[in-house]
């Protein structure tokens, strides 16, 4: 199984201020096809997890342009650029190359 | 929109059996592969399983298989998930996740999720 790695684990941030995490997988996430399966969700207090980007980058419909998403390969980044109250919640990443689809451990962020 | 709306949760004694259920609705079911995806009490996301749009190809997590068997009905726009031999490690919030994109292997949309139980 592909092994997906987060890092921090646990984010505080000051509202307005950026943050960034990163997730590593254990293999190329890139198909055959071009394109790299890589996805990141958001799991709001008490609510079910939520797409915010998928294929690296492309937003999901609805999600604010604050979000954004680079990488390749192996090694890929989320980006908040102005935190805001409504963010706080649990961050994965996650692979769909090939089943079984795994999850990063997940980042909690928090507002200060 | 789409919805989903996970049912059938509850309690149940290890050894037990279960019959989770996921009502589509919002989209042509029957175009789509889904998932179940579980997280159990405080933990990350786990997936369970997946089954193609007409129903022909079935996979499972090592952790169920054998015990857990995924079925749609198309007609009802309706995905299930019959869970036996249940363990206490099979306690958690289990949800269905619309398959996105052409390989359907990435999740778009999660149901609210159905809790199971398993414990004497």
């Known amino acids: 199984d592909i092994v997906m790695t987060q890092t921090p684990l646990s984010l505080s941030v000051t509202p307005g201020q950026p943050a960034s995490i990163s997730c590593k997988s254990s293999?190329?996430?890139?198909?055959?096809?071009?394109?790299?399966?890589l996805y990141w969700y958001l799991q709001k207090p008490g609510q079910s997890p939520q797409l915010l980007l998928y294929?690296?980058?492309s937003r999901f419909p609805g999600v604010p342009d604050r979000f954004s998403g680079s990488g390749s390969g192996t090694d890929f980044t989320l980006k908040i650029s102005r935190v805001e109250a409504e963010d706080v919640g649990v961050y994965y990443c996650?692979?769909?190359?090939?089943?079984?689809?795994?999850f990063g451990q997940g980042t909690k962020v928090e507002i200060k | 929109q789409v919805q989903l709306v996970e049912s059938g949760g509850g309690v149940v004694q290890p050894g037990g059996s279960l019959r989770l259920s996921c009502a589509a609705s919002?989209?042509?079911?029957?175009?789509?592969?889904i998932h179940w995806v579980r997280q159990a009490p405080g933990k990350g996301l786990e997936w369970v399983a997946f089954?193609?749009?007409?129903?022909?190809?079935?996979y499972y997590a090592d952790s169920v298989k054998g015990r857990f068997i995924i079925s749609r009905d198309n007609s009802k726009s309706t995905l299930y998930l019959q869970m036996n031999s249940l363990r206490a490690e099979d306690t958690a919030v289990y949800y269905c996740?619309?398959?996105?994109?052409?390989?359907?292997?990435?999740?778009?949309?999660w149901g609210q999720g159905t809790l199971v139980t398993v414990s004497s």
């Open positions: 996740a619309k398959g996105e994109g052409v390989r359907f292997l990435g999740y778009d949309y």
């Open positions: 919002g989209f042509t079911f029957s175009d789509y592969g």
């Open positions: 089954i193609q749009y007409d129903g022909t190809s079935k």
């Open positions: 293999q190329s996430l890139l198909h055959s096809d071009g394109k790299t399966y």
């Open positions: 294929e690296i980058s």
């Open positions: 996650m692979q769909g190359i090939h089943l079984p689809g795994t």
